[in-house]
Every structure is written in C-alpha cells, then in structure tokens.
C-alpha cells in the first residue's frame, strides 16, 4: 500500500483534531472556509487539528458533523460509544421492503402491465398522500414496492416508441418518489442508484419535465455529498436546455425551471458566493410570480407559497444568523399545503434562529414542525443537531424543552 494514502480516521485510533483535519481535507475545504462555516477562524481550526486546543465541547462537535456531513458522530470523535446518527436516519420500517423492489432483476415480461391511466392516477394518488400525511414516509412506503414493480413492467410492455416514451417519463416519475422515501436511509450507495435510474428513464422518456425533475433529484445529491461542482454542472446544463422552451411551455415545466433556479442559489451559498446566491433566488421568485396564485408543484413543491421558505433557506446557507432570523419572521409557513414541505421549512427557520442565538424560538419552532411531519424532523440532520445540541445547554428549562423533544422524536435511542 502506498505511505501517501489518506489514512482511514474510521480505522486507525487518531485524535478528534487527526480526524477533523482528514474529514476537512475530503471535503475539499481550506482551514479557513471550514473555519467560516463553523464561526470559527482558520488557526483555531489549524491549533485543534495539531491538538494546540482540545478536543471542543459538544455544541461545537456537533456543528463541525454538520458542516462536514458526518453521519454518526463516532467517526468524528472516536469514541465508540457516541452512536448518534445525525445525517441518516435510524431505518424506516418499509425500507427493508423498498429496497428489495429496487434491487430486484426483473427480465421478460412474465408480470401483466397495468394500464396506463391506472398507473398515473395510482402515481397522482401517491404524491397527494405524501403531501397530506404527517406519517408520509410510512404512507409512500406502503405504495412504492408495487409501484416500482408494476411502472418497470409498463416500459417492458410497451409496444410503440411513443408509449415506451410515456412508460419511462411514468418509471422515471416512481424512481423520483423512491428518492424522497430513501433520502436519509441508512444505504446511501442505494440513493444514488435510484438517482442514476430516474435520470436515465427521464432522459429515454425525452420528456422535458422528467428530465428537470431528475436534474433538481441529482443536484440535490451532488450538493449533500459536497460535490458543488457536480451539482452546478447538472444545474446549469439542465437550465440550458430547458429555458429556451419556456415561452411555449407548460406550467409544470415553469415551476421545474424555478426549482432548479433556487438549486443554483442554494450551491452558490453553500460556497459562500452571497450575491450569486441572491440573485438566483430573485430570478426564481419572478418564475413563481408567473404561476397561478394557486399553483403548487407536486414533486418540487415550487409556488409562490414557498418562494419565502427558499429565502431562508438562502440565508441560512450563507451563515447569515440575521438575515436568517428576518427571512423566518416573513415567511408564513401555513400557507404550505404540503405537510413535509412545510415542516421542512420550520426547520430551516429554526436553523435561521438558533444562529441568530435564539436558542428558545428555535426549539419552539422545531415544535411546530414536529406537529406538522413528525418524519421529517426525525430524519433531519439539521434538527437533530440543534436538538442534542440544546439538550446539553446551561439553561435547566432549555435542556429539559431539547430533551423532551429528543425523547419525543426518538433521537435518544437512535
């Protein structure tokens, strides 16, 4: 082997500053970008990697897991007994199942296609519960295995171009649902495979929307693995192809072209690039003045009722605690129809207040969310942080508000 290879920080017994600087290192981030991101300068960052400073304390831990996007806080301190996922959730209960149709090689054509309009309606029927449910991933779960069953058996069935066309744009639309189910699972190697599958039935489809939906799936990807460039490379050669059609295209296509402007901005914060990142959310804010008042995207969930939620988002992205905190104040999470979309966007408020050191708000505000999709705050990183973080706060009331919360979601016993 050779003695340039990047040590294993999972393997070897290295100190927490060994380990930050490798897990930095991978991540592609200098001290000082790190640094920023954690509130922090470059030669703090730089005395703990050397062990100048010791080890921080749990607050501090947990934020540098989140910037770096450690998924079980054991790989960043070392210590074995610290088992608490932050960044993929503890298993759904259907996932097994879900999993196993995904995984399956189905060839010939043994199994009896259902008809089409049955499969779409069966689709629509799906996307409206996971908006509507605040058990969402059980209730899609329970949907997914024959629907990716019966949406494969579609495209072997087909019997013209065109209806081989509609087939994959169908499977390519199932594939984007499996996405949302396994986002946070514990087999991520099983996210990207599902992201491959839906980009190449969107792109065999040739339907325009598919294949933005599958850019918007991809980007998304690409940005959670810190893959920035990646993800800008899927944006922008998406938007390329798709603006032009816009003056004769359908509404649906319009609000993928907002979401995915919104992608752009959000990478571009990530980086840190605040005007980039502001100007894309305005280009995306004039796309969803464009649609209907009552207009909502049923994959994207991009409207003018969440163009707000972006904002904050945006804001947060960019580390801007009171920026964050104005944006929270101004955009009305009730008017989100979409159970997960809305306490989604309770959590990026409550990340928007507690860097605006407004510790209680944001608890309250995770809260909130918490009755609006109890899933999705329990497989949400961000959440998860802020909650242990507080539930080691100095305030009595604060710690047992977290702890309660943390008892409430589960996350003790993740």
């Known amino acids: 082997m050779s003695t340039d290879a990047t040590p294993d920080p999972y393997r070897d017994p290295l100190v927490f500053g060994q380990r930050m600087q490798i897990l930095r290192t991978r991540r ?22 050397t062990g100048r400073l010791k080890t921080p304390a749990l607050p501090m831990i947990l934020r540098i897991a989140e910037v770096l996007r450690v998924r079980d806080l054991s790989d960043l301190t070392g210590d074995q007994s610290m088992h608490t996922a932050l960044f993929a959730g503890p298993g759904h209960p259907r996932f097994a199942a879900v999993r196993e149709a995904l995984n399956a090689l189905r060839l010939g054509t043994g199994q009896e296609a259902p008809p089409v309009a049955h499969l779409s309606a069966r689709l629509s029927r799906a996307w409206q519960a996971r908006h509507s449910a605040p058990n969402h991933r059980d209730v899609i779960g329970s949907l997914l295995p024959d629907l990716i069953r019966d949406a494969q058996a579609s495209v072997r069935a087909a019997e013209t171009v065109a209806d081989r066309k509609a087939a994959q744009a169908r499977l390519a639309e199932v594939y984007f649902l499996s996405q949302f189910f396994c986002a946070y699972q514990p087999d991520a190697p099983l996210v990207w495979r599902v992201a491959e599958r839906g980009m190449m039935a969107a792109q065999d489809s040739e339907d325009p929307h598919a294949i933005g939906l599958a850019a918007w799936l991809t980007t998304q990807a690409h940005r959670e693995s810190a893959h920035l460039d990646a993800a800008d490379a899927v944006t922008l050669e998406t938007l390329r192809y798709l603006k032009p059609l816009l003056p004769e295209a359908g509404t649906d296509v319009r609000a993928v072209v907002g979401a995915l402007t919104v992608e752009a901005g959000l990478t571009a914060a990530r980086r840190g690039e605040t005007g980039t990142a502001w100007r894309y959310w305005d280009e995306a804010r004039a ?4 649609l209907p008042g009552g207009y909502f995207h049923p994959v994207t969930s991009f409207s003018r009722a969440v163009i707000g939620a972006h904002a ?9 605690g009171g920026e964050g905190a104005r944006q929270a104040a101004r955009a009305e999470a009730e008017a989100i129809p979409s159970r997960p979309r ?37 497989y949400s990183g961000y959440a998860r942080r802020i909650i242990l973080e507080e539930a080691e706060a100095k305030s009595p009331a604060r710690r047992r508000r977290a702890s309660e919360l943390a008892s409430r979601l589960g996350l003790l016993t993740a």
């Open 312 to 320: 904050v988002t945006v804001a947060v992205e960019l580390h801007a």
């Open 287 to 290: 796309l969803a003045e464009s």
């Open 342 to 378: 809305r306490a989604r966007h309770r959590i990026e408020q409550a990340r928007a207040y507690h860097l605006d050191a407004q510790p209680d708000v944001a608890l309250a505000t995770l809260a909130q969310a918490h009755e609006a999709a109890p899933e999705t705050v329990q």
């Open 28 to 49: 592609g981030l200098t001290r000082d970008q790190f640094g920023g991101l954690i509130g922090r300068s470059g030669s703090w960052v730089k005395a703990v990697e």
